[in-house]
């Protein structure tokens, strides 16, 4: 019987490592390479291609990171593939998400003026974090070939993740951290409450698809299902 209460804290510990890591990791390097290379205020089009290159292996390199982790965590025999979902899921998603929200963003706060910026990020982020978590947890579905237990799957990870990011950023917000609030640019406040909201998220959502992984690996390896019977053998195994 799989030590669940375990599985879920390494899960926890390993998203928060791997993922919420590389939500944040890629943009420090990135800053430090500019500050290294010498970019100046206006980079020229292969200066910022540079940088987003860096960014977009910060977050491939801690998908498939986390990937390896959890196969290693859960006991999945072919840890390549749950790599590959990491890197596949996390990193197109969050840069989707990302490049989303520096778009809707402004549009939203002039389309929107009566509503305060904090409201306006908290309505922004929460989908997309719904929506990073949810693909990253249907790639896992796929990986594991899990079948209709993917869709499952990639509904727990996006609520989770969703649920979490917004109740960090609420309390954070009670707390004094309040996007958009006088002298918040001072202190770089969206950009320190979305990166610890976007750790909570990772730590919750990381849990529930551990938990959820390796409860359809114990049933998988009980009786015939999405895999294959030479990966059953390798589960029971001690």
Not at 105 to 128: C, D, G, N
Not at 214 to 224: F, G, S, T, V, W
Request: aromatic share 6%; charged share 10%.
């Amino acid at each position: 019987m799989p030590n669940y209460p375990r599985i879920m804290l390494l899960s926890a510990l390993a998203a928060g490592v791997c993922l919420g890591g590389a939500a944040a990791f890629p943009f420090g390097l990135g800053a430090a390479a500019s500050q290294l290379m010498g970019f100046g205020t206006d980079p020229t089009k292969v200066q910022i291609a540079l940088l987003a290159t860096v960014v977009i292996s910060g977050f491939i390199i801690g998908g498939a990171a986390w990937g390896g982790a959890l196969a290693w965590i859960v006991g999945y025999p072919e840890r390549g593939r749950i790599m590959w979902a990491g890197a596949l899921g996390f990193g197109p998603a969050t840069l989707a998400a990302a490049l989303g929200l520096g778009a809707l963003e402004p549009i939203a706060a002039q389309s929107f003026p009566e509503l305060p910026l904090h409201t306006i990020f908290t309505l922004l982020f929460v989908p997309a974090v719904f929506i990073v978590n949810a693909v990253l947890g249907a790639a896992l579905g796929v990986a594991i070939r899990a079948g209709k237990e993917g869709a499952r799957l990639a509904l727990a990870a996006g609520l989770a993740g969703a649920l979490a990011f917004a109740v960090v950023d609420l309390a954070m917000d009670a707390l004094g951290y309040r996007v958009g609030a006088p002298h918040a640019a001072e202190r770089a406040t969206m950009i320190t409450v979305a990166m610890v909201s976007n750790l909570g998220a990772a730590l919750n959502s990381g849990a529930m698809m551990g938990l959820l992984l390796a409860r359809q690996l114990a049933q998988a390896a009980m009786k015939p299902g999405p895999i294959a019977t030479e990966e059953m053998a390798s589960l029971r195994s001690p």
